[in-house]
């Protein structure tokens, strides 16, 4: 399968929305990160943002939602303009019934795992998953170290996926730059999240291509 990109907006110039999208306009998707001060220690952007940067971009919007009672907001970041909401598995009591919540807003589907939660809890919802999104740092900021173990649970949830042979990608987030890329690839990433190495980077386009170029020759 290729490699697909989603440039998290989270290490993007604020004040430049609108450009900041244009650069990242040849991506595979454009990777929302929502954090409410609850669930994780950092606040960023809520529906609001998200509709007004919806007309700026013909993406698919990747919504990473790093908020508590994820049930309570579904609606409004679809109606918002997500293609995709992920919710943590942490941090609902009752994710299957998220799971249908997504679902009946007619938009895909995923559970991220933070590094300490195991594969285990994803036993009876993997068939209903377009995505699980492994999360390769503790969510909450960006630019920090990728976990090395993390390679293994993405080889591990990639076999997992292709025994029971699933219709969920695998989605990797957190502390991945062009020097780690290939492992993580190799391990079983289908999307790759990547936020300080394209925005953070002296020209961010060059930086996207070049991460094409390393996924290229995996
Ligand atoms: C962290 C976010 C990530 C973050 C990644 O909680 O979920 O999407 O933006 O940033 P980098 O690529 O800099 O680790
Ligand atoms: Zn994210």
């Known amino acids: 399968m290729k490699t697909e990109f989603a440039p998290s907006l989270l290490a993007s110039d604020f004040s430049q929305l609108k450009d900041q999208i244009q650069l990242v306009k040849d991506a595979d998707y454009l990777h929302l990160d929502v954090m409410d001060g609850v669930y994780v220690p950092n606040i960023t952007f809520g529906p609001g943002i998200i509709s007004s940067i919806r007309k700026h971009s013909q993406l698919p919007f990747d919504t990473h939602l790093m908020i508590t009672k994820p049930e309570r907001y579904i609606k409004n970041f679809a109606d918002a303009g997500s293609d995709i909401l992920t919710v943590h598995l942490e941090a609902t009591d009752h994710i299957h019934r998220v799971i249908q919540l997504i679902k009946d807003q007619g938009i895909k589907a995923g559970v991220s795992l ?21 999360m390769t740092v503790n969510p909450g900021f960006g630019g920090q170290s990728y976990i090395p173990q993390m390679t293994e649970k ?6 997992i996926i292709e025994t029971n042979n699933y219709d969920c990608k695998i989605e990797v987030d957190g502390g991945i730059k062009t020097y780690n890329l ?5 391990a079983g990433a289908d999307i790759i999240v990547a936020g300080s190495a394209i925005f953070g980077a002296a020209d961010p386009i060059e930086s996207l291509t070049e991460m094409r170029s390393i996924a290229a020759d995996v």
Do not use: C, G, M, R
């Open 114 to 134: 933070n590094p300490a939660t195991p594969l285990d809890s994803l036993e009876y919802i993997l068939p209903e998953l377009d995505q699980v999104l492994i």
């Open 154 to 159: 993405i080889a591990k949830l990639n076999k």
């Open 182 to 186: 290939k492992e993580i690839i190799e």
